[in-house]
């Protein structure tokens, strides 16, 4: 079975678990694909949880989760030194981020501290404790849920935090065929416990390097500099895209492609994850009406895409 195949099949097994929401699952699995992390925001019980689970069943990841409270400790995330007496030294404690698949629940109800012991993972894939550096175990995923801002007892994330996401997704509440199909299947017991692994951590390596090999030409890459630009040039933003972001959006336009059945990159792939890539990285200006999203879809509709031939 080829690489293609394999992404397939791991859509299908994940959609026992998930009723509706291909355009989320779909981008959370490219950003897997393309080795970044995902932020899933939206209200609670709309499945956040649930895909989450899925995937890391589906893909057969070493799963840990973590509630995200105030009395969360950045030493529960990172782990911590410990005196073992009987050997007369200090012996390191894993921390809940050692593991294929970091699901941070409700990450925006933890303190400024707590939420930033997470980058060093997430950035440089490894945690430092007491001046000493540990590797993650790879592959390594965070995928974070948080809850509108606003929500009782959250607070905003700060914009170094949010840079280390690829995406930020939204899935919004089912359509009411949708909700049937989901009681349907709670009624008949049906859940978690049906979906299967497809790969093993092997296979999805395969997958992440098929997805290296996408080709994207010098014209796409021109169009992914001028949407970025244009965010830095926008009227209604104190701060547009980092270059970061520019590297994010080229690595999941290649996974796009890559799922779309393509071995290179068109402007419609940039186009698909452009929004979900750039919103969350802009920052309006005081008093602007506009929101993050409102601009990146402002942006992509006056970027002139190239035409390919």
Known sequence: MNERDLAAQVVAEVKKAVVGKDSSLMKLLAAILARGHVLLEDIPGVGKTTLALAFGKALDLRFARMQFTPDVMPSDITGFNLYNKAAGQMEYQSGAVMCNLFLADELNRATSRTQSALLEAMEEGQVTVDGVSRPVPQPFVVIATQNPAGASGTQRLPDSQLDRFMLRLSMGYPSPAEELELLRR??????????????????????RQAV?????????????????????????????????????????????????????????????????????????????????????AEVLRTVEPPRIK
């Open 186 to 207: 709670k009624q008949y017991g049906g859940g978690m416990g049906g979906v299967e692994r497809v790969v093993d951590r092997a296979g999805l390596e395969r997958m």
């Open 212 to 296: 290296d090999r996408v080709h994207i030409s010098d014209e796409v890459l021109s169009y992914i500099v001028a949407l970025v630009g244009a965010t830095r040039k926008h009227p209604h933003l104190l701060q547009g895209a980092s270059p970061r972001a520019a590297l994010a959006v080229a690595a999941a336009s290649r996974a796009a492609a890559f799922l779309r059945g393509r071995d290179y990159v068109v402007p419609e792939d940039v186009q698909a994850m452009w929004r979900d890539v750039a919103a969350h990285r802009l920052l309006p200006a005081p008093g602007a009406e506009w929101s993050g999203r409102t601009i990146a």
